[in-house]
């Protein structure tokens, strides 16, 4: 089952303004990473965050860590165009391979 | 430093044939993981590999799939006799660390589709 769940499914806004992606999950973890993918491409690795970390910046990406509601959040601040795609979670626990969600497609528009 | 390789990049093949997939991990890394994805879906894990060991295989279907990645050479992710269900993108990534310590990096993938 995934462990991950990205929310909302999708998301559509305005060049510029910014994008909240939330991600929950439901078992103790390692750490949590958040993914981009472009249509038809590849993940890219966007950020880590360890369980003892709340929260930790990156550019124009902030990543917040919940650990005691099991929750994660991706802000991407002044979205531009080239932002639109897939923003999957990915959660780490012990020895376990990486889990992802769903995604979030993202639509960003000029 | 070139990037984790696939190939091919689109692969067709009939119901009960055999598809080969090939991945070469970045240069320096010598842990592999193979993924599916389906359409408007999340990656599913199927096997990690280090060279010449299958490490975890929870995620690979029983039957028909196999995996190996030999001292020499790429990564392979063996389908024998595909079916329409196998139709789905496959990634690789690779990272030079134990499983889930750090970031993995991802191939473009193989798109497979059966007819």
């Known amino acids: 089952s995934q462990q991950g769940e990205e929310d909302p499914q999708a998301l559509s806004i305005q060049e510029g303004e910014n994008a909240t992606m939330n991600c929950s999950y439901k078992?103790?973890?390692?750490?949590l990473q958040w993914y981009r993918q472009n249509s038809g491409r590849g993940l890219v690795h966007l950020i880590l965050i360890r369980s003892n970390e709340r929260e930790k910046h990156s550019g124009r990406l902030r990543v917040t860590l919940d650990t005691s509601k099991k929750s994660s959040s991706l802000l991407i601040t002044a979205s531009r165009a080239a932002d639109t795609a897939s923003y999957f979670c990915a959660t780490e626990s012990g020895n376990t391979p990486l889990v992802f969600g769903k995604g979030t497609r993202l639509s960003v528009i000029a | 430093n070139a990037g984790v390789m696939q190939n091919p990049r689109h692969l067709v093949r009939r119901r009960g044939q055999e598809a080969r997939l090939r991945c070469s991990p970045m240069k320096g890394h010598s842990h592999v993981y193979w993924y599916r994805q389906l359409p408007e879906e999340g990656l599913k894990f199927m096997v990690y590999?280090?060279?010449?060991?299958?490490?975890?295989e929870s995620g690979m279907p029983k039957e028909r799939f196999s995996a190996e990645f030999p001292k020499e050479g790429p990564s392979i992710l063996r389908i024998q006799q595909v079916v329409r269900g196998d139709s789905a993108a496959y990634f690789c990534a690779s990272s030079p660390d134990l499983a889930g310590v750090g970031e993995q990096y991802f191939g473009p993938g193989t798109r497979l589709t059966v007819t």
């Open positions: 590999l280090q060279k010449e060991n299958i490490i975890d």
């Open positions: 078992t103790s973890i390692n750490n």
